[in-house]
Structures are given as C-alpha cells and as structure tokens.
C-alpha cells in the first residue's frame, strides 16, 4: 500500500497504521513553482501550468497531496467578479478587487440557479489543470478539489460592511444568500471530482466559528454548509481556521467525513468532541512551517499524532514563502 492508497483508504473509513502526514488545503510555494522553471505570475490561467505548480511540492518533498485550484477566488470569479493578479514581486495569490454586490439581498436577486458557474471565468482552466494533474501523479499522490464555504464565498461577493449590518437586521436575505451559493459551490466540487480530485475540501475560512463567533456559525454558516456537504461528494473534508473549540460538535454534525482544525484548537479536546470523524491538524503553517526549521516541524506534526489526529495537515494554507524543507519534514 503507497501512501495515496494509505490516505484513501483513511477517507473512505477503514483504519490505517500510522497518521499520514498530506494537505487538502493550499500548499503551493514560490519555491516549488520555481524548481518547476515556472514564474509565479504564470500559473493562475494556463492549465498545464497550473498542474506543474500544483504537483510541485509533491515532486519536491514527496508530500502525497496536490490541491486544486491554486487560490480561493476562482468561484467568486466564476459568479463576476473581478480579481486582481499581482505581479512578480509580490508573489501573493489572487484576491477580489472590487465585490460583485452591495448586499446579500442582491446575491439572491442577481444570482439563478441556471448561472452557469462551470463555463465562466478560470473554472474550465482549473478543470483542465485537475485532469493534467491526475494524469501526471494521480498514481501517487491525492488530489484535493477545494472550494471556499458559502460564507467564505459571500465575503468575497459582497461588501463585508454591509455583509455585517444586514446580519442584524435581515438575517434571512443572508441565510437565503449562503444556500443559494451552497448549490453553486457543491455544482464546483461535484466537477472537480469528475475531473479527477480523490476527495473535496471545504474551506470555511471567514465563517468559522473562531472568526465570527460561536453563535453566528451555528445561525448563519452551520445550515448553509450541511446542505453544502450533503450534496458533495464523498469523502469530504471540512476546514476552519482560529478556535473552534466551543463548536466541535457542530462541526462534527456538519455530515464532513473529516474536519481540519488549526493550531489554535487543543486536539486532545477536538479528538474527544468529534467522536468517529477523522481529525486532521495542525502544525501552524507561519510560525512553524513558514517561519521555523525542520527540527519544529518534525516536533509538530509528531505532537499532533499523539494527540490523535488521524492524519497531520497543515493549520490552514501554506505561506507562498515557506521552505520545501519544512514541508519535507511533516512526512519523516
């Protein structure tokens, strides 16, 4: 058994050995992408060099994961709107530059379910990329098809300030608005498996419950994303960021086959409260793996198996800067 048929077997609920060490999250870096003869400003709208950066850390630190697509914007891109691409220098992924909507009411109103999100902007690029991918380490490696929760999505739709007011005062425009982008989103990840990803992952970042609060998850994000996962898929992955701690059961009701929590979260505790989903966590992508050396890494990901996890991930999406070699030492 190589470590791919190791880490499917894990998501599809048969016990492994020993806790993999993989990431369905973001792990490309500048200098994989490098090694690859490719310039970072390059990899975002050409499918086979969006494959090559994708595979790069894999080919370099023999990781057995690649995730697509490179960045979280792609469905906020595919629904309108516009992205910014930074340049050489910077070597920072794509972000939103202007929102698409001034309220959730308009994403209700603006948005049908006949949007043809599959067709638009880099999503058939991404597509292609995935398929290239499966193609050239699909024998070794997983790949991970990630998508932004619905409420991650939102916030790259719509104005975040009056995002917030309309909590208040609407908070039925915003919870209808987070369903409607759950079916566009499950839509995304349905094609990302039929392209080739071995498993989906959703990265609710700005709607975690560390971020917005215990309360606020469970009213807005927690009915949107079951109805998210329930149509995705299987396995999938739920991913948070910040402390999650007083949600872990809501989060294991979430339906995810697997649920990714990030340095913030004691996983002694997170192994407790999530009973029979898989744990996967949480070596801190800056302080440690970004910003620290092999030895912490090596330190790191062997604590988080004492702990419990079921399989050691990165705390959230790797810093474009961090060195091969720390990513290297997750898997010794």
């Avoid at 992924?93 to 880099?122: C, H, M, W, Y």
């Avoid at 697997?258 to 029979?276: E, F, K, M, N």
């Amino acid at each position: 058994m190589n470590s791919r048929e190791k880490i499917l077997s894990l998501l599809n609920g048969q016990p492994v050995k020993d806790a993999p060490a993989f990431s369905g999250l973001i792990h490309v870096t500048v200098e994989g992408v490098k090694r690859e003869g490719l310039a970072w400003t390059e990899i975002h709208h050409d499918a086979a060099k969006m494959s090559r950066a994708a595979a790069s850390t894999f080919r370099a630190t023999r990781l057995p994961s690649a995730t697509l697509p490179l960045d979280f914007c792609a469905p906020a891109e595919a629904l309108g709107t516009e992205l910014v691409f930074y340049g050489a220098e910077e070597n920072m992924l794509p972000q939103v530059k202007t929102f698409l909507v001034e309220s959730a009411t308009q994403i209700t109103a603006g948005i049908t379910e006949n949007t043809d999100v599959l067709r638009s902007g880099r999503m058939p690029v991404i597509l292609e990329a995935l398929r290239r991918t499966k193609n050239e380490i699909g024998g070794e490696a997983v790949l991970s098809g990630m998508i932004p929760g619905p409420y991650t999505l939102l916030l790259y739709l719509c104005n975040p300030k009056n995002l917030f007011i309309e909590m208040k005062r609407e908070p039925q425009a915003v919870i209808n608005a987070l369903v409607l982008l759950a079916s566009f989103l499950a839509r995304i990840g349905m094609a990302y498996r039929e392209a080739g990803a071995d498993f989906v992952t959703v990265h609710e970042m700005g709607g975690s419950p560390g971020f917005i609060g215990p309360a606020r998850y469970e009213q807005f994000v927690h009915p949107a994303l079951k109805k998210l996962i329930e149509r995705l898929p299987k396995p999938n992955v739920l991913s948070v960021c910040g402390d999650a701690t007083k949600s872990l059961t809501l989060l294991a009701d979430s339906g995810a086959d697997g649920i990714s929590l990030d340095q913030t979260v004691d996983l002694a505790s997170a192994r407790s409260a999530l009973g029979g989903t898989l744990l996967f966590g949480n070596v801190d992508p800056v302080a440690t793996l970004w910003q620290g050396d092999p030895d912490q890494a090596r330190v790191s990901a062997r604590r988080a198996k004492e702990a419990g996890v079921d399989a050691v991930w990165p705390g959230c999406d790797l810093v474009p800067g961090t060195p091969l070699r720390n990513v290297e030492a997750l898997s010794v």
